[in-house]
């Protein structure tokens, strides 16, 4: 006799969503795993490659994230010898991976 599929009340969200997935903390878009490998996530940070490009192509104004540092005109940007980004700044990581150029993109 085939199985017969349980239908369990009130747990239809739990059906929508078969694979785990991580929200962005910035845009709240849900990532699945494969996304999650195929780098358009970041775990060290819980936010999105979609909202750090946004980021990246903000100007040095609004976010430094992503941009070579400058000392003529002084520019804010990527320093590794700066305490803000080997210590301090939430998105170091993901921000020297770039620079230094373990990673292409984001
Ligand atoms: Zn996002």
Same mark, same amino acid.
């Given at each position: 006799?085939? +199985?017969? *599929?349980?239908?369990?009340? $009130?747990?239809?969200?739990? *059906?929508?969503? %078969?694979?785990? *997935?991580?929200? !962005? /903390? /910035? #845009?709240?878009? &849900? =990532?699945? @795993?494969? +996304?999650? %490998?195929?780098?358009?996530? @970041?775990? +060290?940070?819980?936010? !999105?490659?979609? !909202?750090? &490009?946004?980021? *990246? &192509?903000?100007?040095?104004?609004?976010? !430094?994230?992503? %941009?070579?540092?400058?000392?003529?005109?002084?520019?804010? $940007? =990527?320093?590794?010898?700066? /305490? +803000? #980004?080997?210590?301090? #700044?939430?998105?170091?990581?993901? #921000? $020297?991976?770039?620079?230094? $150029? %373990? &990673?292409?993109?984001?």
């Amino acid at each position: 006799m085939p +199985e017969r *599929q349980r239908l369990v009340p $009130g747990n239809v969200s739990v *059906q929508r969503h %078969k694979t785990p *997935q991580l929200e !962005c /903390l /910035l #845009c709240q878009r &849900r =990532y699945s @795993f494969a +996304e999650i %490998k195929a780098g358009n996530y @970041f775990l +060290e940070t819980m936010i !999105c490659a979609y !909202c750090y &490009r946004e980021r *990246q &192509r903000a100007p040095r104004a609004s976010s !430094c994230f992503g %941009k070579p540092g400058r000392i003529r005109p002084r520019q804010y $940007g =990527y320093n590794p010898r700066a /305490l +803000e #980004c080997s210590r301090l #700044c939430p998105d170091r990581e993901v #921000c $020297g991976m770039l620079l230094t $150029g %373990k &990673r292409d993109t984001v």
